[in-house]
Nanobody
Framework: VQLQASGGGLVQAGGSLRLSCAAS????????MGWFRQAPGKVREFVAA????????SYADSTKGRFTISRDNAKITVYLQMTSLKPEDTAVYYC???????????????????WGQGTQVTVSS
């Protein structure tokens, strides 16, 4: 599966953005999906994940209550709605697909098989 992330940009602290990740292929609904982010000089970190049909979600403590992950399998797209953004949310955001969903939602980068190219989110103070 190929993934294309979009929707990043520059926003003031307290603002909102919605990221999208469009997938190719007919097997999108068989993948769990995740969002990760990587700030300059830092390791890539988990943001959120969603199960194949969207019934289960998982969030990093730093994003819980502010970010919402969702998916539309008919549109083969996963979303990340981000609200109450903070300067520390500034990073390149990546979407990823996990084809081995038998072990639940994963928060490690090595649990995902396919990655999008990333979209930059910059939050100004």
């Amino acid at each position: 599966v190929q993934l294309q992330a979009s929707g990043g940009g520059l926003v003031q602290a307290g603002g909102s953005l919605r990221l999208s990740c469009a997938a190719s292929g007919r097997t999108f609904s068989s993948y769990a999906m995740g969002w990760f982010r990587q700030a300059p000089g830092k390791v890539r970190e988990f943001v959120a994940a969603i199960s194949r049909r969207g019934g289960s979600t998982s969030y990093a403590d730093s994003t819980k209550g502010r970010f919402t992950i969702s998916r539309d399998n008919a549109k083969i797209t996963v979303y990340l709605q981000m609200t109450s953004l903070k300067p520390e949310d500034t990073a390149v955001y990546y979407c990823a697909a996990d084809r081995d969903t038998g072990w639940g939602l994963k928060i490690r980068t090595d649990g995902y098989d396919y990655w999008g190219q990333g979209t930059q989110v910059t939050v100004s103070s």
